[in-house]
T-cell receptor, first 110, second 115 residues
Framework: GQNIDQPTEMTATEGAIVQINCTYQTSGFNGLFWYQQHAGEAPTFLSYNVLDGLEEKGRFSSFLSRSKGYSYLLLKELQMKDSASYLC???????????FGTGTRLLVSP | GAVVSQHPSWVICKSGTSVKIECRSLDFQATTMFWYRQFPKQSLMLMATSNEGSKATYEQGVEKDKFLINHASLTLSTLTVTSAHPEDSSFYICSARSNRVSEQYFGPGTRLTVT
């Protein structure tokens, strides 16, 4: 079966650092995506990890450990506009599709 | 990143009518397109996968006769909601993927309201 878990909600303050975790169990793993989605809008691509390790892209970084079935998205120097849902998604080679977690709603307060 | 467009961005229709939503990949050839539905405060739910020139593969529980998908070319896929009912009101999002797994991009979504 397939299972992707993320915390439902997180809160943080402007300027802080927040880490959003994602654990997964899936067969035919071929990469993990992170997307950002603002209310009423479509998801926008943040990162793609297929090998173990940390990928840094500006204020956002994404980490993957395939042996542990674990990823995290790290957001630094939080801004109010970072308030959004963050979706973890795993590419399943067998089914040839992205499997999404339930998403984490992040609220950044002043 | 690549650009995927959807049209219309929102639509209101009466119960019993049909609505067509277009999804276009603007700067790459999409070998596969995906259609998702999202209800408020929920994650994306995959409805169907379509490959250019072949029939769509529907997820369990999605009625293929109600949600007609046509992937006519490498840059265009359409979703037609037939005989729409109020419970079909939702946010419909398409996604286009090239041959590379890492290249999957979402359209801006279409908000459908059935009255």
């Amino acid at each position: 079966g397939q299972n992707i878990d993320q915390p439902t909600e997180m809160t943080a303050t402007e300027g802080a650092i927040v880490q959003i975790n994602c654990t997964y169990q899936t067969s035919g793993f071929n990469g993990l995506f992170w997307y950002q989605q603002h209310a009423g809008e479509a998801p926008t691509f943040l990162s793609y990890n297929v090998l173990d390790g940390l990928e840094e892209k500006g204020r956002f970084s994404s980490f993957l450990s395939r042996s542990k079935g674990y990823s995290y998205l790290l957001l630094k120097e939080l801004q109010m506009k970072d308030s959004a849902s963050y979706l973890c998604a795993v590419w399943n080679t067998g089914f040839q599709k992205l499997v999404f977690g339930t998403g984490t709603r992040l609220l950044v307060s002043p | 990143g690549a650009v995927v467009s959807q049209h219309p961005s929102w639509v209101i229709c009466k119960s019993g009518t049909s609505v067509k939503i277009e999804c276009r990949s603007l700067d790459f050839q999409a070998t596969t397109m995906f259609w998702y539905r999202q209800f408020p405060k929920q994650s994306l739910m995959l409805m169907a996968t379509s490959n250019e020139g072949s029939k769509a593969t529907y997820e369990q529980g999605v009625e293929k006769d109600k949600f007609l998908i046509n992937h006519a070319s490498l840059t265009l896929s359409t979703l037609t909601v037939t005989s729409a009912h109020p419970e079909d009101s939702s946010f419909y999002i398409c996604s286009a993927r090239s041959n590379r797994v890492s290249e999957q991009y979402f359209g801006p979504g279409t908000r459908l309201t059935v009255t």
